[in-house]
């Protein structure tokens, strides 16, 4: 996965490890609320990696603050991923 950071997390699980697994490693399953993973630099580059490890993805959408798309993990928990466009950013 290209997220490249997550910001106070807390879920409930059944498995703990298997979750650990799924949110640390290339995304393979487990948690009961909906997550935001912010940021992925690729989006689409996910969206492949989770689907050939047998993930139901859904196809990304357009938004104004970028490209997004969610998948459930193995406790049926949403996780949505974003690829954000730069929306809002101040300019330097």
């Known amino acids: 996965m290209n997220i490249d950071r997550i910001q106070f997390l ?3 699980v059944s498995d703990q490890a298997k979750a650990r ?3 640390v490693g290339d995304l393979d ?3 009961r ?3 935001q993973l912010t940021t992925t630099t690729d989006v689409d ?3 492949g990696k989770l689907r ?3 993930v ?3 196809d990304a959408e357009e938004m104004a603050w970028g490209r997004v798309t969610s998948l459930k993990d193995l406790d049926g928990n949403g996780i949505g991923l974003l690829e ?3 929306y809002g950013n101040w300019p330097r």
Request: overall charge negative.
């Open 21 to 23: 697994d799924f949110c």
């Open 33 to 35: 609320v909906h997550l």
């Open 56 to 58: 139901e993805v859904d």
């Open 45 to 47: 580059a996910d969206i």
């Open 52 to 54: 050939a490890q047998g």
């Open 10 to 12: 807390t879920v409930p």
């Open 29 to 31: 399953h487990d948690a």
């Open 84 to 86: 954000p466009s730069g």
